[in-house]
């Protein structure tokens, strides 16, 4: 095998060739990271009015109306460290769920959207409210009892079934006042 001598360049060609694949192979595996890998939510995360929370659009205005009750039972939350998603992967009936860490301020809001998106307003804003109040007022389950028009109630939203949207709206004002005291 006869061995040919290397090219010679004249000052006025240029080998772009090996400086050029790198960097635009690099310059390519970078914009694949940045767009192509992501998590596809089912809908455009946006922030909220009342802090830079992650959440659907169309899930984002109950969040705001729980920050704007809050502010109007006299607390201030902050839920800059808030991300409410849509999980089908949820057990059961369970419509929502808040999760949280040791020692991190990250919360997380489940919600299931195939029993989410059939519930009345009511229904969804209570679901929301009791979620809520688990993540940032650290209430728990309450399944204590009133009567209300003869009827045994649930005596507030952190009972541990769905405040059922009449009686939610019907008696909104008397839950947020026991939710926030």
Not at 86 to 112: F, H, M
């Amino acid at each position: 095998m006869k061995n040919t001598p290397l090219k010679t360049l004249k000052p006025t060609e240029r080998n772009v060739y090996p400086v050029t694949a790198p960097l635009l192979l690099s310059l390519f595996l970078t914009v694949l990271t940045l767009v192509g890998c992501g998590h596809q939510p089912d809908s455009e995360l946006q922030l909220g009015e009342n802090g830079h929370y992650a959440a659907p659009a169309e899930l984002s205005p109950y969040v705001d109306a729980f920050v704007t009750a809050a502010s109007a039972h006299g607390k201030t939350l902050l839920v800059g460290a808030l991300e409410v998603i849509y999980d089908e992967t949820l057990p059961g009936a369970v419509a929502g769920r808040c999760e949280q860490w040791a020692n991190s301020p990250r919360k997380l809001i489940k919600v299931k959207k195939t029993i989410f998106s059939t519930m009345p307003e009511g229904a969804r804003e209570s679901l929301f409210f009791h979620e809520l109040g688990h993540c940032f007022l650290d209430r728990r389950h309450d399944d204590t009892k009133v009567e209300r028009e003869g009827v045994l109630q649930a005596a507030s939203l952190m009972s541990t079934e769905i405040v059922r949207a009449e009686v939610y709206e019907a008696h909104r004002d008397e839950f947020l006042v026991e939710l926030f005291k």
